[in-house]
């Protein structure tokens, strides 16, 4: 449990500095129906850390 909540307070500082330096980048993809081209889901992209954040 505590490298759980550990992770989760790394990564949201990490991503409070990002937003706060301007650095702060979001990569998605949707994932479109072929069917009626709509949106059923979103892929995002990078590793659980990513260099940037």
């Not at 998605?28 to 940037?52: C, H, M, N, W």
Request: proline share 2%; hydrophobic share 40%; glycine share 2%.
């Amino acid at each position: 449990m505590k490298d759980i909540v550990k992770k989760r307070l790394t990564l949201e500082a990490a991503i409070r500095t990002a937003i706060e330096k301007n650095e702060f980048i979001l990569h998605y993809q949707p994932k479109v129906s072929l069917e009626d081209s709509s949106r059923i889901a979103l892929d995002d992209f990078g590793t659980e850390y990513s260099s940037l954040a």
